[in-house]
């Protein structure tokens, strides 16, 4: 049990931004602060250039596919468990995808599809997400403040506008896919989740469950968020338009807004 206590704990520091639980690793901390290195993991502080940087990677402290600022040991090389923390998760969704794969030839379907992964994995890295999933037609990313500080909901929404210039919502020329986004923000567990000798970090709870709702709702080149987002998002300005949606599962409406994507 004190184990899993400690996990627990972990798993908090590294999603919350806790110092109190990065001093519980200071040893390690320190020792890695002696290796010199201009980019290191923001939790642990291993190294990923310079000199003993190639000896720590061997146990598995290197950059973190799901976001290559923090090490693969402190996400998803960590142990089974996790935490209930504050988050935003989003996900992009490309509408049409069965018509899309019907109507392009069998070969260029996935230069469409990888050219999407791309896009999509650079804008939310850019804005500090972590990568939760991607998988067919959707991408999934989870804001958590310990990685993009306090204002992680907003930062949730600048990905999203990011995403959609990319695609080239926003420019004269118009967008080449059609993307839609789901925002929520709220408490839920992340960790490692599985059994049976698989896992994966993710995010479990309503607020996946809600932005994944609001997502299927969004018509292409739209954002829809949930109030919580709505809240934290709407003093740093920026167009918005309240909606009520029946969404499935959910036994009353649910209060979202769609926001502005802007220009680039």
Request: hydrophobic share 45%; net charge positive; proline share 6%.
């Amino acid at each position: 049990m004190s184990d899993i206590v400690a996990m627990a704990a972990r798993w908090e520091g590294i999603l919350r931004g806790d110092r109190a639980a990065a001093r519980a690793h200071r040893v390690g901390r320190r020792a890695f602060a002696l290796l010199p290195s201009p980019w290191r993991c923001k939790f642990c502080n291993a190294p990923f250039h310079g000199p003993g940087a190639g000896v720590v990677r061997w146990f598995g402290y290197a950059p973190s596919r799901k976001n290559p600022s923090i090490c693969a040991r402190c996400i998803e090389r960590a142990p089974e468990g996790g935490a209930v923390v504050p988050l935003t998760v989003l996900f992009a969704d490309v509408r049409g995808y069965t018509a899309l794969s019907e109507q392009l030839p069998a070969g260029d379907v996935p230069t469409v599809v990888m050219r999407f992964y791309r896009e999509a994995s650079r804008s939310l890295l850019a804005h500090d997400g972590l990568l939760g999933q991607i998988a067919g037609d959707e991408v999934m990313a989870l804001f958590v403040p310990g990685l993009a500080g306090a204002d992680y909901p907003a930062r949730a929404v600048a990905a999203a506008r990011t995403l959609l210039w990319s695609l080239g919502y926003g420019s004269r020329d118009g967008s080449w896919l059609a993307v839609g986004v789901g925002i929520a923000s709220g408490e839920e567990y992340v960790g490692n989740v599985g059994g049976g000798g698989f896992k994966d970090f993710t995010a479990v709870g309503d607020v996946t469950n809600t932005a994944a709702r609001l997502t299927a709702s969004a018509a292409a080149g739209e954002i829809l968020v949930d109030a919580a987002t709505y809240e934290a998002y709407a003093p740093l300005g920026g167009g918005s338009q309240r909606r009520e949606l029946s969404l499935k599962g959910k036994n009353a409406p649910v209060v979202s807004y769609l926001v502005d994507v802007g220009a680039p």
